[in-house]
């Protein structure tokens, strides 16, 4: 990185650390986090298919969901203390994750091994479906809701009336409702004490992510005009995402003077310009780095750091494409391959984790959409799923 990145970089960290900064291990240690996320929606799509609750691999998704968090430790340790990854917020609720998954699912496994040969293994009934609607949605919800936030007892109340309600009831939708009764009214009170304290002032993160940001500007000296420059491209970007309503914006400093510009080097025929910008974390976090592309905006940081892990999804139409893809992946240039798994439902299905360098991004993710094959007029077999930014 340029000398004039890590000086601007190290003046902004001097003036407002807290609201740029993020250290290096974070964006792997969030893996877990986002497997959770990933597991309830495995679940509501093997319930939406019909397919009883007590055929689901409960065992081998606990075992998986510990491989990553040990493979996101294993990740975060290129960058980090031992000490600086085991001791922070990201790892304890890792562990809290692993553990009262591993709680919640070991049971429903180990009950599944004694009744699963005497009930059905497809299950499509009224209650299967009401089951199914409510954990796409918690999935789609822990998408920006905390687990600790969500409304347990509300959806629990509401799911004891679709029960009354049902018409067409099965012994598995009774053994079902209990297990997914009791799992509500266990997870209401283990996410109190936590929800109270992610929300003390001292915890809170904000939904936002800074970059620092550059562009090359051809035929214009004029400082003033240079930065208009890179407002306007800024702009454009926010134009461009207005319909999804996602925005961008040049984050000020102490004196106003939120964009930089570099001096002319003589031998370049371009002058450099640079910014500090505020954009969304979570899932509009890709669509904002695409359109920065668009607009030849290049990254130069994210959250003060060099480095970021992104996660790409496999779902091919059988296991020889399924392979291809991964070999594909994993010959993508600055992309460095870090672990994968699946889902061990589907065998035409794999999540691969990379470690991407920041300044390359924006290429790297080109080169990953590149990898897959059309399954239809608007989807491939191979997308970026999550940029784990911080």
Not at 155 to 172: H, V
Not at 200 to 207: G, P
Not at 330 to 339: D, G, H, I, M, Q
Request: glycine letters at 4%; aromatic letters at 14%.
């Amino acid at each position: 990185m340029g000398v004039f990145v890590n000086k601007l970089n190290k003046e902004i960290l001097e003036a407002d650390k807290a609201g740029y900064y993020r250290e290096q291990y974070q964006s792997y240690m969030t893996g877990p986090e986002w497997r959770n996320v990933e597991m309830a929606e495995e679940y509501g799509e093997f319930l939406q298919e019909g397919k009883s609750i007590f055929q689901f691999p409960y065992f081998r998704q606990v075992y998986d969901l510990w491989r990553v968090i040990f493979n996101s430790y294993s990740a975060a340790r290129k960058y980090n203390s031992s000490s600086q990854i085991l001791f922070s917020e990201y790892m304890l609720m890792d562990l809290f994750i692993g553990f009262f998954t591993t709680l919640e699912l070991i049971p429903k496994g180990i009950l599944s091994i004694f009744i699963g040969p005497f009930l059905n293994k497809d299950n499509k009934t009224q209650m299967q479906q009401h089951l199914a609607d409510y954990y796409n949605e918690y999935a789609s919800n822990l998408q920006t809701i905390p687990f600790y936030d969500h409304k347990y007892k509300e959806n629990r109340e509401k799911l004891a009336q679709a029960y009354s309600e049902c018409t067409d009831k099965t012994w598995g939708d009774w053994f079902s409702w209990k297990c997914v009764s009791i799992e509500l009214w266990a997870r209401r009170w283990i996410s109190k004490p936590l929800s109270y304290w992610f929300h003390q002032d001292e915890n809170l993160v904000a939904a936002t992510t800074d970059v620092l940001v550059k562009i090359n500007v051809e035929g214009i000296e004029n400082h003033d005009e240079l930065k208009e420059a890179l407002r306007e491209k800024v702009a454009n970007v926010n134009a461009e995402m207005l319909s999804a309503n996602i925005n961008v914006s040049i984050v000020p400093d102490a004196d106003d003077d939120s964009v930089y510009v570099k001096a002319k080097n003589k031998d370049k025929s371009y002058t450099s310009v640079y910014a500090r910008l505020r954009a969304p974390r979570y899932a509009d976090f890709q669509t904002v780095v695409r359109q920065l592309s668009a607009q030849k905006i290049e990254l130069r940081k994210i959250a003060g750091q060099d480095q970021i892990q992104v996660k790409c999804l496999i779902d091919a139409k059988n296991e020889e494409a399924c392979h291809s893809r991964e070999e594909r992946l994993n010959s993508v240039f600055n992309a460095k391959p870090l672990y994968g798994y699946g889902d061990r439902v589907h065998n035409t299905r794999k999540i691969c984790l990379f470690d991407v360098p920041v300044k390359d991004l924006s290429e790297v993710l080109t080169c990953f959409d590149s990898c897959g094959e059309a399954v239809d007029e608007e989807n491939q077999d191979v997308s970026v799923k999550f940029i784990h930014n911080f």
